[in-house]
């Protein structure tokens, strides 16, 4: 989904920056309205604006404006999905079940993160009785189906290529089972800085509340809203015990977490308003994530602070134009032809900014690249240029794969004077035995 998102971007907005980033733009736009929706609907027009308002303070879904990666159509179908829940339980209109598989399949092409939102949507079917009746209706089912045939490529794919992609992300249930608690303890603190800590601390206090009347009073809205946040919640505090929880895996909650700030903040289910039993608390909860927000966005664009390379990731948005072009010169000099990478993101970067058409050969893990058009063993006949990051190890295959490996140095990623990084580059030549099969990025025409 990613990938067709940032396709339909670069057609509307050019093969550039922008262009590439215009889905993650338009989404941003209409996050809000789709949050400002449910929740009305849910628990009134006080909340609806107040989540909006938290939402839009909150770091993680700022930066969420501004770069394009899986989590943005994933945040995007799961709001979605729980849009068109809060319709159907609205409006009793059974209907509603079609755009609720349309919407819950598109997230599974987005990320299998979404696979919770069926989870979430299951709790909320039996945990009342009065849902039950939708069990007999043909347009639940026909949802189902929906989802399941907008998920038939993934499944295809897989199995065309040895399960590679669900065996990758499933295997994360089953690896590192060693008790790690520290990653929990950082889990945590992602969730406070990327929210931003008072409105976190609303959230928490709102989810409480939450939990309390979806289990002691059974209220509709509010099992909704569990349901919605609780499977994923869990399944990351579990994982957290032993393997690291990256901060944006969290994302799809981000908005309902917002919803539990404003109902924390002086809110009554499932309609109307008390004073605010917390003054002052919500206006500094915005003031805080707003200036946070900023902050992060005015560092991303030029960095307010020098931090230690390696140590701030907005660095990966910066100083890729100049440091290609450094690679590009070295290529030149060295008689080379192509350019050789082991990791994704030097592969995309590289790929983009070198000259076309200079070939950008990942060596490792083909099946990211099986879409691309196999190079031409002629090709090999030329020198590469390998280039990784100075900190890891080349992989063994270089010297079994070519009878000359001669290093070439370091050359380091700088903006404004400051270095970002710095990458070992080795000059390949004479491959031991034909080069086939292997798959090459080429950036812009």
């Not at 003031?287 to 907005?314: C, I, R, T, W």
Request: proline share 7%; net charge positive.
């Amino acid at each position: 989904m990613v990938a067709w998102m940032i396709a339909a971007g670069r057609s509307l907005g050019g093969d550039n920056a922008f262009g590439i980033r215009l889905a993650a733009v338009l989404t941003s736009l209409a996050g809000p309205l789709v949050l400002w929706r449910t929740v009305l609907i849910l628990f009134g027009q006080t909340i609806a604006r107040d989540a909006v308002w938290f939402a839009l303070a909150m770091p993680l879904l700022a930066v969420g404006g501004i770069i394009i990666t899986p989590d943005t159509p994933s945040v995007l179908f799961w709001g979605l999905t729980g849009w068109a829940l809060a319709e159907l339980y609205a409006s009793g209109k059974p209907n509603w079940w079609l755009a609720v598989g349309l919407f819950a399949g598109l997230g599974l092409l987005s990320k299998y993160t979404n696979l919770f939102v069926g989870a979430g949507i299951v709790i909320w079917l039996l945990s009342r009785r009065d849902n039950w009746h939708w069990l007999g209706a043909w347009q639940l089912w026909a949802g189902g189906l929906i989802a399941a045939v907008l998920t038939l490529p993934i499944v295809v794919w897989n199995g065309r290529h040895g399960w590679a992609s669900l065996g990758k992300q499933f295997g994360r249930v089953v690896r590192d089972q060693a008790l790690a608690p520290n990653y929990l303890l950082e889990m945590v603190g992602s969730v406070l800085a990327l929210a931003s800590p008072l409105i976190a601390a609303l959230a928490l206090a709102g989810l409480w509340q939450v939990l309390r009347a979806a289990i002691r009073r059974r209220e509709q809205p509010s099992l909704l809203l569990a349901a919605s946040l609780i499977p994923l919640l869990a399944y990351f505090l579990v994982h957290a015990l032993h393997a690291r929880v990256q901060p944006n895996w969290l994302a799809p909650l981000y908005p309902a977490l917002a919803t539990c700030a404003a109902i924390a903040a002086g809110a009554r289910w499932p309609r109307g308003r008390v004073d605010d039993p917390w003054p002052g608390v919500s206006k500094a909860a915005l003031g805080l994530g707003f200036v946070m927000s900023g902050l992060l966005l005015l560092h991303a664009v030029e960095p307010l602070l020098q931090l230690p390379a390696g140590k701030d990731p907005s660095s990966q948005l910066r100083g890729w134009r100049a440091f290609a072009l450094k690679i590009d010169g070295l290529r030149q000099a060295e008689g080379a032809c192509w350019v050789a990478t082991s990791h994704y993101s030097i592969t995309g970067q590289l790929a983009y900014h070198l000259p076309a058409p200079v070939p950008v050969v990942p060596l490792t893990e083909p099946l990211r690249y099986a879409h691309l058009p196999v190079i031409a063993a002629s090709t090999f006949a030329c020198p590469g240029l390998y280039v990784e990051l100075a900190r890891r190890p080349p992989p063994a295959q270089l010297e079994q794969d070519f009878a000359s490996v001669v290093a070439l140095g370091t050359r380091t990623r700088s903006h404004g004077g400051q270095d970002l990084a710095e990458y070992r580059v080795m000059r390949l030549s004479d491959p031991r035995a034909p080069m086939t099969g292997l798959r090459a990025a080429i950036g812009r025409q």
